[in-house]
């Protein structure tokens, strides 16, 4: 079954603790990408990858890292989490940037819910 | 990427077919259209994409003109499953592979 896994579901942490959200798919998707969701903003991207070791930054990048070793994996970091991070978070995976042309269906995750408090 | 406008709300009752309009002035040769569907606390959900006159699937019609630069997603017999926000995104930021999600349209069925 196609699909992108992420973990935690949900995590509640103190200002500072450095923390990892992991997110894997399993349909050998080259795009990938982190995003938030907050209300009355929608999705908001944070970073995205098109490739293996190639990431770039989205429209709210500060205060997040992210990596891409491998191409299932696209791991989201908060190095030290502030009260503003907390949010909902979306990982999601597509064969091409979404909207760029044909095969843009993007898979999403199931969300991370996050407390920083 | 080209941007787009929706209305932010819409009501409908149950059995009615929904029709959601996005306006897209700056449409791009070579974009696409593509519509997806978020149900609260999940990620967004591929509905439908398409490039110029009608796509139908299972799920939904997507009408788009000559022209291009409006396109009309529409739900037949709507039921109170359809409750949810719809999201029309369009084409390629030409300064990178950004992505960039509208407000989308909070759709709401009643009984």
């Known amino acids: 079954e196609a699909q992108v896994t992420q973990n935690p579901r949900y995590l509640i942490t103190v200002t500072g603790k450095k923390l990892t959200v992991t997110c894997s798919q399993n349909?050998?998707?080259?795009?990938m990408s982190w995003y938030r969701q907050d209300p009355g903003l929608g999705l908001r991207q944070i970073y995205y990858?098109?490739?293996?070791?190639?990431?770039d930054k989205g429209d709210v990048p500060e205060g997040y890292k992210v990596s891409r070793k491998e191409k299932r994996n696209f791991p989201l970091i908060l190095e030290s989490p502030s009260p503003n991070q907390t949010s909902l978070y979306f990982c999601?995976?597509?064969?091409?940037?979404?909207?760029?042309?044909?095969?843009?269906?993007?898979?999403f995750g199931q969300g991370t819910r996050l407390t920083v408090v | 990427l080209a941007k787009t406008t929706q209305p932010i709300s819409m009501d409908s009752y149950e059995g009615q077919e929904v029709n959601i309009t996005c306006s897209h002035n700056?449409?791009?040769?070579?974009?696409?259209i593509t519509w997806y569907q978020q149900f609260p606390s999940q990620g967004p959900r591929f509905i439908i994409q398409?490039?110029?006159t009608k796509v139908t699937n299972e799920v939904a019609s997507l009408f788009i003109p000559a022209d291009r630069k409006s396109s009309t997603l529409s739900l037949p017999r709507v039921s109170l499953s359809d409750t949810a926000v719809y999201y029309c995104?369009?084409?390629?930021?030409?300064?990178?592979?950004?992505?960039?999600f509208g407000a989308g349209t909070r759709l709401f069925v009643k009984a």
């Open positions: 999601a995976s597509s064969l091409d940037p979404l909207g760029t042309g044909r095969f843009t269906e993007a898979f």
């Open positions: 349909m050998n998707h080259e795009y």
């Open positions: 990858s098109m490739n293996v070791e190639v990431t």
């Open positions: 700056n449409i791009a040769t070579n974009d696409y």
């Open positions: 398409g490039y110029k």
């Open positions: 995104l369009v084409g390629r930021n030409t300064g990178g592979f950004k992505t960039i």
